[in-house]
Structure formats: C-alpha cells, structure tokens
C-alpha cells in the first residue's frame, strides 16, 4: 500500500488539519515508512503465540457491587482547608 500527495491532502481535511502544500510530500514518505512497518509486522508468524492480554479465556474479576463511603474519611480531609466534622468547608457561593 502506498500513499501519495493527494491521500494526504484529504486525510488532512478528514482531520481538519492545515497542512502547507511544501509539508505534503515530506508527510507521504512518513505514512509510506509507517505502512511499510505494518506491513513487515503482518509477516511475522504468531502460530502458536497465545495472547499475553485481552484476548482469549480472559475474563474480569467480578466484585461485589456495594456502596461504601470509601472508609478513608480522615486521609481525604487531611488536606481540607477546612472542614467541618467529617466534611469539606466551602464558603457559600448562592445568596
């Protein structure tokens, strides 16, 4: 696959991006150089190489879905301003 001036010209208003006409040759040697890693990266056999994330049996851990306040009151308000018991201190913004 090979990308040529005009590809880039419309990727560019795809993306909504102002390219200088001198930019575009410089950019399709970039997108031809990443194409050519794809490409080279399509050819290595992984016969045989089982995921090592995200695919297969894998499956989340389920927990409980329980509300809970956190049981870290003091360690939060620690860095309050100010507070009030166990809550923040906030100067009245509604008259």
Request: hydrophobic share 45%.
């Amino acid at each position: 696959m090979s990308v040529d001036t005009a590809a880039i010209r419309r990727i560019a208003k795809l993306a909504r991006i102002h390219v200088e006409e001198e930019a575009l040759p410089g950019l399709a040697a970039e997108f031809n150089g990443i194409l050519q890693w794809i490409e080279q990266l399509q050819q290595v056999d992984t016969s045989g190489v089982e995921p090592m994330a995200g695919g297969g049996a894998t499956a989340l851990r389920w927990r409980a879905d329980e509300v809970t306040d956190g049981a870290q009151a003091e360690r939060v308000l620690a860095n309050a301003p100010e507070r009030e018991g166990e809550y923040f201190s906030v100067p009245k913004v509604v008259e």
